[in-house]
């Protein structure tokens, strides 16, 4: 079985002579159906475009509700000394298993932080540990 590929044919009108056909009449419509249907597919995506809401950002309100979502993210960042986990503590610059541990064990001895500056009791932290880590921690 061989697969053999059509020659192209002569055009019989006397406008084309000479001229080779590439395409039959129903390939040609083919073609034009195809072509139509993305060109309505163009359209219609178009018009979606045209007719989409653009996306607004509403006016936060005063600026005080600004500030107060402001702080509110900051303290989301920061790590809650009084929950904190010593898994979650070596994750603080300086801090690493051993001194994650000491912190925990000293709030299972002496309760909850009352301040970040209560770390200086923690054995194995000292001012500039306590100053690297400061800006990462917080109680509540």
Same mark, same amino acid.
């Given at each position: 079985?061989?697969?053999?590929?059509?020659?192209?044919?002569?055009?019989?009108?006397?406008?084309?002579?000479?001229?080779?056909?590439?395409?039959?009449p129903g390939e040609q419509?083919?073609?034009?159906?195809?072509?139509?249907?993305?060109?309505?597919?163009?359209?219609?995506?178009?018009?979606?475009?045209?007719?989409?809401?653009?996306?607004?950002?509403?006016?936060?309100?005063?600026?005080?509700?600004?500030?107060?979502?402001?702080?509110?993210?900051?303290?989301? @960042?920061?790590?809650?000394?009084?929950?904190? %986990?010593?898994? #979650? /503590?070596?994750?603080? +610059?300086? &801090? =690493? !298993?051993?001194?994650?541990?000491?912190?925990?064990?000293? @709030?299972?001895?002496?309760?909850?932080?009352? %301040?970040?500056? #209560? /770390?200086?009791?923690? +054995?194995? &932290? =000292? !001012?500039?540990?306590?100053?690297?880590?400061?800006?990462?921690?917080?109680?509540?």
């Open positions: 079985m061989s697969s053999r590929i059509p020659e192209p044919r002569a055009s019989n009108s006397p406008q084309d002579a000479g001229a080779v056909r590439l395409l039959t419509r083919v073609l034009t159906v195809l072509g139509l249907l993305f060109l309505t597919g163009l359209v219609v995506m178009l018009w979606q475009y045209a007719r989409a809401t653009p996306l607004t950002v509403e006016h936060a309100g005063q600026p005080a509700d600004a500030a107060h979502w402001d702080q509110a993210l900051e303290q989301a @960042r920061r790590l809650n000394l009084n929950t904190a %986990s010593a898994v #979650e /503590l070596e994750r603080l +610059p300086e &801090i =690493g !298993p051993s001194l994650a541990r000491r912190i925990v064990e000293y @709030r299972q001895a002496h309760g909850r932080f009352q %301040s970040t500056a #209560e /770390l200086n009791n923690v +054995p194995g &932290i =000292g !001012p500039k540990t306590l100053q690297q880590v400061e800006p990462y921690v917080h109680v509540n």
